[in-house]
């Protein structure tokens, strides 16, 4: 009994290229590499698991300028990083990951007399860097669209040992301290959300090389990927499951737990060969 590939790797990536008639077990492991791991919970309220299809967005410096300087991996252990100001007494969170990589996300402005803290992003799509930036409508007629830039998940607190306790996310990775949105320079609360990207082909992501995790890697955008669609879990619209707000929500204090990708493959294979 030989499993048709197709199908085979359809279930496995959510690929739409037509796959070749008797994929190779490094094509079937790379689709391996997108199957949806357990999501088990860690009580650390920086992790954040994805259940659907989409990626987190990070990048080893805070204002990535090609796509070599940001990646897509779905390794949502989080810690927020510490730098302090000069006086001390206040500093900065940072939203970082094991291998110090920055997490982007979105800051909208609050819209008052719409919501107390603002509406999620609208989604973005394209295929380059800088479509990633989203737009933030407010759920009122004559409401102006704002432009909303992908930017490290950052938030200024007063120095306390207890602070990152204090700083959670909910099921579309909106960011709170203590129950309420933390405020930006100028004083006002901002929705600070986690960003999400999908891809037209998950395929045609390039793994990226280095002394990583190998159960939850990192990807390199290229033009064989297709679209990337950009946005924030749960707050899409309609049924296309590359929209990556329609098809993803998080899972805040959880992680997920890497698919045992060499052992599966290989009952695949062994079962192929029959």
């Given at each position: 009994?030989?499993?048709?590939?197709?199908?085979?790797?359809?279930?496995?990536?959510?690929?739409?290229?037509?796959?070749?008639?008797?994929?190779?077990?490094?094509?079937?492991?790379?689709?391996?590499?997108?199957?949806?791991?357990?999501?088990?919970?860690?009580?650390?309220?920086?992790?954040?698991?994805?259940?659907?299809?989409?990626?987190?967005?990070?990048?080893?410096?805070?204002?990535?300028?090609?796509?070599?300087?940001?990646?897509?991996?779905?390794?949502?252990?989080?810690?927020?990083?510490?730098?302090?100001?000069?006086?001390?007494?206040?500093?900065?969170?940072r939203l970082v990951n094991k291998d110090g990589f920055?997490?982007?996300?979105?800051?909208?402005?609050?819209?008052?007399?719409?919501?107390?803290?603002?509406?999620?992003?609208?989604?973005s799509q394209g295929t380059q860097l800088a479509d990633?930036?989203?737009?933030?409508?407010?759920?009122?007629?004559?409401?102006?669209?704002?432009?909303?830039?992908?930017?490290?998940?950052?938030?200024?607190?007063a120095t306390n040992p207890d602070a990152p306790n204090?700083?959670?996310?909910?099921?579309?990775?909106?960011?709170?301290?203590?129950?309420?949105?933390?405020?930006?320079?100028?004083?006002?609360?901002?929705?600070?959300?986690?960003?999400?990207?999908?891809?037209?082909?998950?395929?045609?992501?390039?793994?990226?090389?280095?002394?990583?995790?190998?159960?939850?890697?990192?990807?390199?955008?290229?033009?064989?990927?297709?679209?990337?669609?950009?946005?924030?879990?749960?707050?899409?619209?309609?049924?296309?499951?590359?929209?990556?707000?329609?098809?993803?929500?998080?899972?805040?204090?959880?992680?997920?737990?890497?698919?045992?990708?060499?052992?599966?493959?290989?009952?695949?294979?062994?079962?192929?060969?029959?």
């Amino acid at each position: 009994m030989k499993l048709a590939p197709c199908i085979l790797l359809a279930l496995l990536s959510g690929c739409a290229a037509t796959p070749p008639a008797t994929p190779s077990p490094q094509l079937i492991k790379a689709a391996m590499a997108f199957v949806q791991g357990a999501v088990v919970e860690t009580q650390n309220p920086a992790n954040l698991a994805i259940e659907g299809n989409g990626f987190f967005l990070v990048a080893r410096k805070p204002t990535p300028a090609t796509w070599d300087d940001l990646a897509f991996t779905r390794d949502g252990v989080f810690k927020f990083e510490f730098t302090p100001e000069a006086t001390g007494a206040r500093g900065v969170y940072r939203l970082v990951n094991k291998d110090g990589f920055y997490a982007f996300g979105y800051a909208s402005p609050a819209i008052e007399n719409v919501r107390p803290f603002g509406t999620p992003p609208e989604e973005s799509q394209g295929t380059q860097l800088a479509d990633l930036d989203v737009t933030a409508t407010p759920d009122t007629l004559g409401g102006t669209p704002r432009h909303v830039p992908l930017k490290p998940i950052e938030v200024q607190l007063a120095t306390n040992p207890d602070a990152p306790n204090a700083l959670t996310f909910d099921n579309q990775g909106l960011l709170r301290v203590k129950g309420q949105a933390p405020h930006d320079a100028d004083g006002k609360p901002a929705n600070i959300y986690v960003a999400l990207a999908t891809v037209d082909e998950r395929l045609g992501l390039r793994r990226m090389n280095g002394d990583f995790d190998a159960g939850m890697p990192y990807y390199l955008y290229q033009p064989a990927a297709g679209q990337i669609h950009a946005g924030v879990a749960g707050t899409g619209n309609g049924s296309d499951p590359r929209l990556v707000g329609a098809s993803n929500v998080l899972t805040p204090g959880a992680a997920e737990q890497p698919v045992p990708v060499d052992a599966i493959a290989d009952v695949f294979a062994r079962l192929n060969n029959r």
